[in-house]
């Protein structure tokens, strides 16, 4: 079975700061893709990054990287040079390759303070 | 660019009644899901469908049935609401494959009250 785990329900980083943004998975399935996304408080859900099971470098998007370490199964999202705006709830989501399911993890609320 | 709508962003229902939440996105995606949110419960799925006429039961089924007759709209029903339906729900679309540029994208969401 899919599952995501997001062990933070809250994080505090000052801005200018880095924050890494945990997140576990579970899967049987060899090829699957890795998202997070970000929502603000105004709702809508923003994707922010993406990676593939095969990828062989961590994705980079702007301020948002994602330490990949598949062994382990984990996907961590870090935010580097924290800015007022980043505040919001951040979502890690999991879609296998065969079987369509995309599952999400419970979210971490990100606060930051000036 | 990609459109995921929903059909009211807040609905009020009573007890008992049989409530119609749509969605329709115009980017041709194959997938298409409908999730509840609560706080503390993240996102978690009630159905998907991969293709038209085709559904998948998610985490949380009951209490919920799915129609997609064509490829654009996605309805989710509750057959008799209950006031434990009340939530967020929202509604996402996705090309069916993964890779980059196939991230879902979602609606702006449907808060529904059950009285």
């Known amino acids: 079975a899919q599952k995501i785990t997001q062990t933070q329900p809250g994080m505090f980083v000052q801005e200018k700061e880095a924050v890494t943004l945990d997140c576990t998975y579970d899967?049987?399935?060899?090829?699957?893709?890795l998202f997070w996304y970000k929502q603000p408080s105004s709702g809508e859900m923003i994707f922010l990054i993406y990676?593939?099971?095969?990828?062989?470098q961590n994705a980079t998007e702007g301020r948002y990287s994602l330490n990949f370490q598949k062994a382990r199964k984990s996907a961590n999202l870090v935010i580097s040079a924290s800015q007022l705006g980043d505040s919001a709830m951040y979502f890690c989501?999991?879609?296998?390759?065969?079987?369509?399911?995309?599952?999400f993890g419970t979210g971490t609320r990100l606060l930051v303070s000036p | 660019d990609v459109k995921v709508t929903q059909s009211s962003r807040y609905l009020v229902k009573r007890t008992g009644e049989k409530v119609f939440l749509e969605c329709v996105q115009d980017m041709d995606h194959e997938n298409m899901f409908w999730y509840r949110q609560d706080p503390g419960l993240g996102l978690r799925l009630i159905y998907f469908s991969y293709d038209v006429k085709m559904k998948e039961k998610g985490d949380i089924p009951e209490g919920y049935s799915v129609s997609r007759e064509k490829k654009e709209r996605f309805s989710l029903i509750l057959e008799s609401a209950s006031t434990n339906q009340t939530s967020m729900y929202l509604c996402?679309?996705?090309?069916?494959?993964?890779?980059?540029?196939?991230?879902?994208?979602f609606g702006q969401g449907t808060r529904l009250t059950v009285v």
């Open positions: 899967t049987s399935d060899q090829s699957y893709g």
């Open positions: 990676q593939g099971s095969y990828d062989e």
């Open positions: 996402a679309s996705s090309f069916y494959k993964t890779g980059k540029n196939t991230e879902a994208f």
């Open positions: 989501a999991m879609r296998n390759t065969g079987f369509q399911k995309l599952v």
